[in-house]
């Protein structure tokens, strides 16, 4: 009769280099520390989270846990990084034989060294996001005339389609009901088409971004024997930003972590925010129930915000049903009370935001510690105005300013074109919109364009001139070049009331919605740019003084680049999104209306309204000092007699008015510029 008998390696008991004592929170040292089996430590914003992760990591290596059995997880190259930077810091040498990086580069790591088991050569390639791209539309062999819809998407909207059923594990068609709903007669059709990409890849033996992690999971579970090996090797995982998981990657972490059941998920259910891009909350809500024997730690010490900060942040995340309740306790001194101001409109609301950066940037705090935070990036179409008006400098996080968008310009250029034929740039955008057209074949056509024989009025001038040109036009734009000549005939005859508003709907309406529907895949969030760009220009009776403002405001951008171009200090502006991960001395809240923000699409629908919330408190743990909460009560005062009212967002009305001061403005006390 034979046994397995396990010969376990001698270890002295640690010699601790590291007093966690004074190094940590008792909370912090709580998780470090934590015995075998796993854990979940729900570490709330600006508690220390990286911190923890760096100290677990080295509390392990110092029990005499081998570096190459740890495997850390993160979602940027950046952290990653700074974590291994941090534990060779503390222990040296001794880290570097950790396995720690994202999610895509531990799969790719993988990858190479079990290639052959999946049918790929041990030196298969990655495509980057271009070659992925160009990949994609070779496999379409022609562009349809005419797809059931009317519809045939770009291949950038096919790949994030493509993107989401894969980091899902949706089908093609759920994906299209869920996220992609114009797209929707078409869903067998890309189903097909995704089928016909994913056997190109393995036939060039490349893979994409993607690959990486469905790959990897297929590896596992189709391989017993490899699976079996790296659950063996992982005795502890260690993962950042749980909340931020897809499916995959949830998935991944269950089958590595199966074995041995060491696995510590970090993150904050208070801050997640991108189920739009695939990540699922509900990774680290229903981690007690993967994990029965888990232990949960929470980190509520906030080294960031003042108390008064932290009140309005606990009280504006305690109507979520789902979360694990924490209240974020402050270290630092007592400060200011955040503000609620309501304006009466949107110009009002940029006045106020205007004038009191200036009050503060004059009280001595730099303009990169003050950021303007918003749901939507048209919410600061207004304050992009007034800012440049009053010279103040500003950056937009995204690096796009409001009317600098391809979309928006794109619906401009119609509108200059309408008011003056002979706009030959304005001409060229808008041809290079259609199929088969590039910017030689827009200067041919602009050279038959001007030769053309024009006609009375603008608008009809345009469009009888571009019906000259239709022998011209190549064969794949040949069916879209009517459509493009009546929609400046039909310009035409509104032209005389001048008013920009209904021309702006009917070129969005006639023409440029099906290109924006094929060209993006963001193509909800563009077309509420449109609309709002069609909303604000009901402030402007005469179609010229519209674009005259538009071009006056480039200009005096481009003049406080010039001008500012050796200064550094810039205001930060920027969806709640892009900042999320950073920190301001000062944060101004604006647009906090119902169907704003919450955006309108999430009333009555209890987990959008819920991932709503939870952007509304990352956006006030942003602050470090003082926050500003804005809502207007209009969007134009000045504007029609019909203009709707606003009202205040429910995230506001759920506040105590204890917990902040409020404002009340008065016109005459606004500074008129500075």
Not at 473 to 500: E, I, N, Y
């Amino acid at each position: 009769m034979s046994r397995d008998y396990i010969l376990q390696p001698f270890r002295a008991l640690p010699e601790l280099r590291i007093d966690y004592e004074r190094e940590l929170n008792e909370q912090q040292r709580a998780a470090v520390t934590a015995p075998p089996g796993p854990a979940l430590v729900i570490a709330g914003a600006g508690s220390g989270k990286t911190r923890t992760l760096t100290y677990r990591t080295a509390f392990l290596l110092e029990q005499g846990i081998p570096a190459d059995r740890i495997l850390l997880l993160t979602f940027t190259n950046k952290a990653a990084h700074e974590m291994m930077r941090r534990v060779a810091d503390l222990l040296g040498q001794e880290a570097l034989r950790l396995w720690g990086g994202t999610f895509h580069s531990i799969g790719y790591r993988i990858l190479r060294r079990n290639a052959e088991l999946l049918g790929y050569r041990p030196d298969f390639t990655i495509l980057d996001r271009e070659d992925a791209r160009q990949m994609l539309q070779s496999c379409l062999p022609e562009r349809p005339k005419k797809a059931p819809a009317g519809v045939w998407p770009k291949s950038d909207v096919m790949a994030e389609v493509f993107s989401l059923a894969v980091n899902t594990c949706r089908s093609i068609a759920k994906v299209i009901e869920d996220q992609f709903e114009h797209l929707g007669e078409i869903a067998g059709r890309l189903a097909e088409v995704h089928r016909d990409y994913q056997e190109r890849k393995r036939a060039a033996q490349v893979m994409d971004f993607d690959d990486l992690l469905s790959e990897w999971l297929r590896l596992l579970r189709d391989h017993p024997g490899v699976c079996e090996r790296y659950q063996r090797q992982f005795q502890f995982l260690l993962v950042d930003e749980y909340q931020d998981t897809n499916r995959v990657q949830s998935d991944l972490i269950d089958l590595v972590a199966a074995r041995h059941r060491q696995v510590m998920a970090v993150g904050d259910d208070a801050q997640s925010i991108y189920s739009w891009r695939g990540a699922d909350y509900r990774n680290l809500w229903e981690f007690p129930r993967r994990y029965p024997e888990a232990t949960v730690y929470k980190i509520e010490t906030n080294y960031r915000s003042t108390p008064e900060i932290l009140a309005v942040a606990n009280a504006a995340i305690a109507a979520n049903a789902r979360q694990f309740p924490k209240t974020l306790a402050p270290s630092r001194p007592s400060g200011a009370r955040p503000v609620r101001v309501d304006c009466f409109d949107t110009g009002q609301q940029a006045a106020f935001v205007a004038q009191r950066i200036f009050e503060l940037h004059e009280g001595g705090t730099s303009l990169n510690q003050m950021a303007v935070l918003y749901r939507s990036h048209f919410h600061s179409l207004e304050l992009q105005m007034e800012l440049t008006r009053r010279r103040v400098p500003f950056a937009i996080m995204s690096g796009i300013r409001f009317f600098e968008q391809a979309h928006l310009k794109d619906v401009i250029a119609f509108l200059k074109l309408g008011a003056n034929p002979e706009d030959d740039l304005s001409f060229r955008r808008i041809v290079r919109l259609l199929s088969g057209i590039g910017e030689r074949g827009a200067d041919r056509l602009w050279e038959r364009y001007r030769s053309a024989p024009a006609a009375a009025g603008s608008g009809a001038n345009v469009a009888t001139r571009l019906e000259a040109c239709l022998e011209a036009v190549p064969k794949k734009a040949h069916s879209d070049w009517p459509k493009l000549a009546d929609t400046f005939r039909q310009l035409a005859s509104l032209s005389s009331g001048r008013d920009p508003s209904p021309m702006i709907r009917l070129v969005i309406e006639a023409f440029y919605d099906e290109h924006l529907k094929e060209a993006y895949a963001n193509y909800r969030s563009r077309r509420e740019d449109l609309d709002q760009l069609c909303y604000f220009a009901r402030q402007f009776q005469d179609l010229n003084d519209f674009l005259a403002q538009l071009a006056l405001l480039t200009d005096l951008e481009a003049e406080e680049d010039r001008a500012w171009e050796k200064e550094d200090q810039r205001v930060r502006l920027s969806t709640i999104h892009q900042a999320k991960g950073l920190e301001f001395d000062i944060v101004f809240l604006i647009m906090l209306n119902d169907g704003l923000f919450p955006v309108g699409r999430s009333l009555g629908d209890p987990d959008r309204e819920e991932e709503e919330r939870r952007l509304f408190h990352v956006a006030i743990t942003r602050a470090r000092l003082e926050l500003y909460l804005i809502a207007p009560l209009m969007r134009f005062g000045r504007g029609p007699a019909n203009d709707p009212g606003l009202r205040p967002s429910r995230f506001l009305i759920e506040i105590p008015e204890s917990l902040c001061d409020a404002w009340n403005l008065h016109p005459h006390g606004l500074d008129p510029g500075f």
